[in-house]
């Protein structure tokens, strides 16, 4: 089964690396398009993939297509492509706010779409994506979507109607926490750490941390317990994070942005 991409940017290329790293099809199997020469000789000196200028190449090609161009270049891509699209082709939207029945709608005829959320750490294999599809995709080519999405981190099918909030939670938080990272960074070297490993220190740091919330199964709460003694430094810490509104100010990023995530 040949998998197509329509943009071969920071996210499809990050996708593809892990379709490759873990030999869900082979390379000859990708056919990718880009916009300009230099993104096909991007994406060819990256990922060896064969690649086009010509979208609708990809379609005739590829069985699963992918939509990785930004959410604003949707319509136009699909005006494009949507007579070739056939009852064999699988339609997979990585945008936000494009909706099931916004692509089918947009194409125009009865295709099998799928909704998929992932998220940059995808580049490193740590990805977290979340998936819908309509009721034309198979069971056997949800297990692809699966085995696809899953090759580039975890992954989990919801309703579409958690598409929105999941986008929050895990498609816009990446850049929250690298903030909270470069904050803990910053401070780290007002107390004396050298820049360079203030940085690696603090990522550590975080990643341990989340790590203990997926593999104790314990709650966060009592893993942060577990770090205060007793008039220590940490609840010293907590009590200043408490203050300065900290659980607040991360609730209502989320919402706001899953509020936008609806309007777009
Ligand atoms: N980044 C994220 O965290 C994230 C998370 C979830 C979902 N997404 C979604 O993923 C999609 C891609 O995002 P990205 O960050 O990968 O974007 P990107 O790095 O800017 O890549 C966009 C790609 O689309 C190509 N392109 C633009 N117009 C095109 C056209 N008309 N036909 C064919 N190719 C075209 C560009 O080609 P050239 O290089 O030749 O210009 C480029 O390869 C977006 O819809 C975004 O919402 C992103």
């Known amino acids: 089964m040949k998998i197509g991409f329509i943009g071969c940017g920071n996210m499809a290329s990050a996708m593809i690396g892990g379709i490759l790293k873990k030999g869900i099809v082979k390379k000859e199997e990708i056919i990718v398009s880009n916009l300009t020469e230099a993104g096909s000789r991007r994406s060819r000196e990256k990922l060896g993939v064969e690649?086009?200028?010509?979208?609708?190449?990809?379609?005739?090609?590829?069985?699963?297509?992918f939509l990785a161009v930004k959410p604003q270049f949707y319509e136009e891509v699909l005006t494009e492509i949507k007579d070739l699209l056939t009852e064999k082709h699988i339609l997979v939207g990585i945008a936000p706010g494009k909706t099931l029945k916004w692509l089918e709608d947009t194409c125009g005829c009865p295709v099998k779409t799928v909704r998929l959320m992932p998220n940059t750490p995808a580049q490193v294999g740590a990805g977290m994506t979340a998936g819908?599809?309509?009721?034309?995709?198979?069971?056997?080519?949800?297990q692809k979507i699966r085995e696809?999405?899953?090759?580039?981190?975890?992954?989990?099918?919801?309703?579409?109607?958690?598409?929105?909030?999941?986008?929050?939670?895990?498609?816009?938080?990446?850049?929250y926490v690298f903030m909270f990272i470069e904050a803990m960074a910053d401070a780290a070297v007002a107390q004396g750490l050298p820049r360079s490993q203030a940085y690696s220190f603090a990522a550590q740091a975080?990643?341990?941390?989340?790590?203990?919330?997926?593999?104790?199964?314990?709650?966060?709460?009592?893993?942060?317990?577990?770090?205060?003694?007793?008039?220590?430094?940490?609840?010293?810490?907590?009590r200043i994070l408490e203050d300065k509104?900290?659980?607040?100010?991360?609730?209502?990023?989320?919402?706001?942005?899953?509020?936008?995530?609806?309007r777009l």
Do not use: W, Y
């Open 132 to 142: 819908c599809c309509n009721d034309r995709v198979t069971e056997e080519e949800a």
């Open 206 to 238: 975080v990643m341990g941390s989340a790590k203990m919330v997926l593999e104790t199964g314990r709650h966060p709460a009592e893993l942060k317990d577990m770090v205060c003694s007793p008039a220590g430094s940490t609840i010293e810490g907590v």
């Open 148 to 175: 696809i999405a899953e090759s580039f981190g975890r992954f989990e099918f919801i309703p579409e109607r958690l598409m929105d909030a999941f986008s929050a939670v895990c498609g816009c938080s990446p850049a």
């Open 245 to 262: 509104g900290m659980r607040s100010a991360v609730f209502e990023a989320l919402t706001g942005a899953a509020e936008k995530g609806k």
């Open 51 to 65: 690649t086009t200028m010509d979208n609708r190449q990809v379609v005739t090609q590829a069985e699963i297509v």
